[in-house]
């Protein structure tokens, strides 16, 4: 029997696992922390009666055309957990205050505020351009996209459809909830988006994405607190792979190795196996800081779940706020609320360091503004911050990527049974990394059964 080890129980790890272990082989997925999910996993607060309070740190807004969070909630029979939003459902702020916008189509752009008419009629260029590019956007193998990775999401959009589109549509499209900036990130991001998810709507998840992937992993050989420290190459063509835990050091043979931790990570544990020009593109990853504030209400300030999205040309200290009842959050009542408010990427940038109270204010004043209601009356406040939250996808980093994957596939050529995936290898969204976890148990499936 074939024996896999997946390092690494984020969404990725788990996505590679899976479809392995379906096929009877023996997958062990070693997980560092002490909760599967990664960065994903679940935040905890205490609620107004004392009980635990579990909730996804960011609120939890996922995609009707999300594929692979689509196919697992088949795989685990819980389709009905995703519920897309409703008219209303999606915000967007101009001149300091949130109107409903539907940017599904060409009209519902128009009608952003902001948007000026004759920049909304140049948007009949987007499905030619869409057209003309179709071979090289795909969303599970998006170095095909590198050719395209020359230039900025804001500059390619100004040149094309004009500064109000964008600043108010295809900036905000690309980038909320990524810690993407609209001046770094690769016009790339926002093209393959558009491939995919442009009439889409907006969902959350009942129960949220936390629980979603504490669902995904039952059933599979996940250890808890073990973290992996070397991977050493045997003349087999295996690996044996060292980890440690509370109760000490040990090791474990593997035919196979899936990697799927973040890039700095991956390069550490991969050294002495990864060729030059893989360590080189994982060096070169950069991953935005996070901050946010989330605010837990016995009863909700709000109807019905909405993300509100601030434009980075705003310079706001929000990149956006979700809004979600209580049934999305383990531990609230169902007439309750979760508010969270994402701070933009520069000013989590600037303020990553600042204290928790002081974040915490500046963040619920803002937040205040476009709920007032949230001003009072939150059973529980969390403070979510990370150093090294989302990887960034700035211009460059598909052509680098490209040169990755080409290396990559020589290394499987010759024979090397390590894979790499997560986030960073496929975008910023829940989606990508778990499609990044299926290529990878693919690639590794076919050159195994081969
Ligand atoms: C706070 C936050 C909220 C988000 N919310 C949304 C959302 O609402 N919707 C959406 O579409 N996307 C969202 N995303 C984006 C998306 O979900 C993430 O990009 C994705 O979860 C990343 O998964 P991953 O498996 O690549 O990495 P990770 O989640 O980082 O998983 C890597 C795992 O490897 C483990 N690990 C590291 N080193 C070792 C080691 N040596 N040994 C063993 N284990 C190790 C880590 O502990 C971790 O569990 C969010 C991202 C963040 C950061």
Redesign the pocket.
């Known amino acids: 029997m074939r024996r896999v080890l997946v390092?690494?129980?984020?969404?990725?790890?788990?996505a590679a696992a899976r479809p392995l272990a379906a096929k009877g082989w023996a997958v062990t997925v070693?997980?560092?922390?002490s909760s599967?999910?990664?960065?994903?996993?679940q935040a905890e607060a205490c609620g107004a009666g004392g009980d635990a309070v579990r909730f996804?740190?960011?609120?939890?807004?996922?995609?009707t055309a999300?594929r692979h969070?689509l196919a697992l909630l088949a795989e685990l029979d819980a389709s009905a957990r995703i519920v897309a939003l409703g008219p209303g459902g999606l915000a967007q702020t101009y001149r300091g205050r949130a109107a409903s916008v539907d940017a599904s189509s060409r009209l519902g752009v128009a009608r952003i505020p902001g948007v000026r008419n004759l920049d909304a009629l140049r948007l009949v260029r987007l499905d030619r351009l869409l057209g003309r590019y179709r071979k090289h956007l795909d969303v599970d193998a998006p170095e095909r996209g590198a050719p395209l990775d020359d230039r900025c999401l804001r500059d390619f959009a100004t040149l094309y459809f004009g500064r109000s589109v964008a600043e108010r549509w295809v900036g905000p499209f690309a980038t909320v909830?990524?810690g993407n900036r609209a001046d770094d990130a690769s016009r790339l991001l926002f093209l393959l988006r558009a491939t995919s998810h442009r009439a889409a709507s907006l969902a959350t998840l009942q129960g949220g994405?936390g629980r979603l992937l504490v669902d995904a992993a039952a059933g599979l050989d996940v250890r808890l607190g073990?973290?992996?420290?070397a991977i050493a190459p045997l003349a087999d063509g295996g690996f044996e792979v060292a980890?440690e835990t509370a109760e000490g050091s040990g090791s474990a043979p593997a035919d196979a190795v899936v990697l799927?931790?973040?890039a700095g990570?991956a390069r550490e544990?991969g050294a002495g196996i990864l060729a030059t020009a893989e360590t080189d593109f994982l060096s070169g990853v950069r991953y935005a800081p996070?901050l946010?504030l989330a605010l837990g209400f016995e009863h909700r300030p709000f109807e019905a779940p909405r993300r509100i999205q601030v434009p980075q040309v705003d310079a706001w200290p929000l990149d956006s706020v979700s809004l979600l009842p209580g049934g999305a959050t383990e531990g609230l009542p169902d007439e309750g609320g979760l508010a969270v408010a994402l701070a933009s990427p520069d000013w989590a940038e600037r303020h990553i360091d600042v204290a928790d109270d002081v974040v915490g204010k500046d963040l619920a004043g803002v937040l205040a503004r476009l709920v007032p209601g949230a001003r009072h009356g939150a059973a529980f406040t969390h403070i979510?911050r990370?150093s090294a939250?989302?990887?960034r996808f700035d211009a460059g980093h598909f052509r680098a990527l490209a040169d990755f994957r080409r290396v990559n596939g020589d290394q499987r050529r010759e024979g090397r049974r390590l894979y790499l995936?997560?986030?960073?290898l496929a975008g910023?969204?829940?989606?990508?990394?778990l499609g990044?976890?299926g290529r990878a148990a693919r690639e590794l499936a076919a050159d195994l059964s081969g």
Do not use: C, K, N
Not at 30 to 33: D, I, N, P, T, V
Not at 36 to 41: E, K, N, P, Q, T
Not at 226 to 229: G, L, M, N, V
């Open positions: 390092i690494g129980a984020g969404a990725a790890g788990l070693l997980e560092a922390g599967v999910g990664g960065r994903l996993a996804d740190p960011l609120g939890t807004f996922v995609s999300d969070v909830g990524t994405i073990a973290r992996a420290t980890f799927a931790v973040a990570a544990l996070g946010a979510h990370q939250w989302m990887p995936a997560g986030d960073y910023p969204w829940l989606d990508s990394a990044s976890g």
